[in-house]
C-alpha cells in the first residue's frame, strides 16, 4: 500500500512540475508521519525518503532515536518556547517560526550548542483565526527582526493552506507566498534566503508545486487517514 501511495504521489508530483515548466528536482517532499508508527516510517525509508515531517516535538524525538541518522526531520507543527531546547539539534529545519519570542529561544538554544538553527517562517496566508504564523502584512519586518538573532538562518516561508474541497481555490495563497518570498529577497537581508516555500498537502500539492513549492508536506496521500486515538 505505501509503495503504490508513495509511487503515485510521485507521478502527481512530476506532471505538476511538467505542467508549468519545473525541474522535479526543485522539489523535496517531506513525508509526514505524524501518528504513524516507525515500522511504516522505515517502510518509506526504505523506499528512499529522507525527509519526515512531525508536529509535536515528543513525538519527534521518539522517533528520531529508533530510526536511522540519516533522516532530515523536518518540525512542521506549532512549537512552544519551553520545547525548543529537546530538538533544537534534532531537526534539519523549523518550518512553524510563528513568533519573535520562539525565534528568540530557538537563537538562544542553538547559540548555547554553538550551532545555527535553520527556519522558515510560518505565514498564516489566508487569516484564519485557527491558524498560527504571521499575517502576510507582518512577514516582511518580522523576517527583518528575526534576522537580527545571532544563531539562527532564516531560509523562507511556510504555509499551511486552509482545508478545501477544490484545491484550486488555494492556488491565491500559494502565489501570495511566493510574491513574498520574492519582496523579501529584494531587500537583500543578512542572514536571509528565500531558497524554500513549504507549502501544499495531500489536497493541494499539485497546486502549490505549480506556484512555487520547493517542499511539498504530504501525510495521508502516503500514510492512509490518520487515528488520533490510538499512538
Ligand atoms: C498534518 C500536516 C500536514 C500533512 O497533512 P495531509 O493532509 O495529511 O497531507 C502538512 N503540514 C502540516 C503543518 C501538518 O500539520
Known amino acids: 500500500m505505501l509503495k503504490n501511495n508513495l509511487e503515485e504521489v510521485r507521478r502527481n508530483m512530476e506532471a505538476a512540475a511538467v505542467r508549468c515548466g519545473r525541474n522535479i528536482d526543485e522539489v523535496t517532499l517531506i513525508a509526514v508521519s505524524k501518528t504513524k508508527p516507525v515500522e511504516m516510517i522505515k517502510e518509506v525509508y526504505d523506499l528512499g525518503v529522507r525527509d519526515f515531517g512531525e508536529n509535536k ?24 518556547t519551553n520545547k525548543v531546547k529537546y530538538i533544537i539539534d534534532k531537526a534539519y529545519l523549523i518550518h512553524s517560526v510563528d513568533s ?18 535553520n527556519v522558515l517562517i510560518e505565514v498564516n496566508a489566508a487569516g484564519e483565526e485557527s491558524k498560527y504564523g504571521f499575517s502576510p502584512d507582518e512577514v516582511v519586518d518580522a523576517v527583518q527582526e528575526i534576522a537580527k538573532l545571532p544563531s539562527i538562518y532564516i531560509k523562507g516561508l511556510m504555509t499551511v493552506a486552509p482545508y478545501v474541497a477544490v484545491s484550486e481555490e488555494n492556488r491565491q495563497f500559494f502565489v501570495k507566498i511566493r510574491q513574498l518570498t520574492v519582496d523579501i529577497m529584494q531587500k537583500n537581508i543578512d542572514n536571509v534566503s528565500m531558497d524554500f516555500i513549504s507549502m501544499g498537502m495531500s489536497g493541494d500539492y499539485e497546486v502549490a508545486i505549480e506556484e512555487g513549492a520547493t517542499y511539498i508536506r504530504v501525510g495521508t496521500s502516503i500514510f492512509g487517514e490518520r487515528n488520533y486515538n490510538i499512538k
Open 57 to 80: 516535538v515528543q513525538e519527534l524525538v521518539d522517533k528520531y532515536d529508533r530510526l536511522p541518522h540519516d533522516i532530515r526531520w523536518h518540525l512542521i507543527g506549532h512549537l512552544q
Open 100 to 117: 519573535l519570542k520562539l525565534a528568540k529561544e530557538i537563537s538562544k538554544e542553538a547559540g548555547k550548542r554553538g550551532i545555527c538553527a
